[in-house]
């Protein structure tokens, strides 16, 4: 069974920054497109970046587009999503999943196309 495990949150203020890591036990791990999403409470999960197997192809949420980078290393079976200038509204729980294929398509903010998913760290963004 794949193991997805996330790292990195923490509390930061206004304008600071974090780099979340994402690491996936699965061998084959550089086959699969890999995802970021944000849950606070009450709320569906949001769809923040997405990037390919090989990293060729990145996509983000508009409100991440310019603040926040998705990188991957697949020697190391882990992504990354650099977030930068963080907001208030940034504040939540950051999961990364794995997809069902290599790429990430258009329906890629969408939950129901990832496989295995992290138990999520806590990205908290105070003023």
């Known amino acids: 069974q794949v193991q997805v495990v996330e790292s990195g949150g923490g509390s930061v203020q206004v304008g600071g920054s974090l780099r979340l890591s994402c690491t996936a036990s699965?061998?084959?791990?550089?086959?699969?497109?890999m995802g970021w999403f944000r849950q606070v409470p009450g709320k569906e999960r949001e769809g923040i970046s997405c990037?390919?197997?090989?990293?060729?192809?990145?996509y983000y949420a508009a409100s991440a587009k310019g603040r926040f980078t998705i990188s991957r290393d697949n020697a190391k079976n882990t992504v990354y999503l650099q977030l930068n200038s963080l907001e208030p509204g940034d504040t939540g729980m950051y999961y990364c999943?794995?997809?069902?294929?290599?790429?990430?398509?258009?329906?890629?903010?969408?939950?129901?196309?990832?496989?295995?998913w992290g138990q999520g760290t806590q990205v908290t963004v105070s003023s």
């Open positions: 990037i390919s197997w090989r990293g060729e192809t990145t």
């Open positions: 999943a794995t997809r069902s294929d290599r790429w990430c398509s258009t329906n890629w903010a969408l939950s129901y196309g990832y496989i295995e």
């Open positions: 699965e061998l084959t791990f550089d086959s699969f497109a």
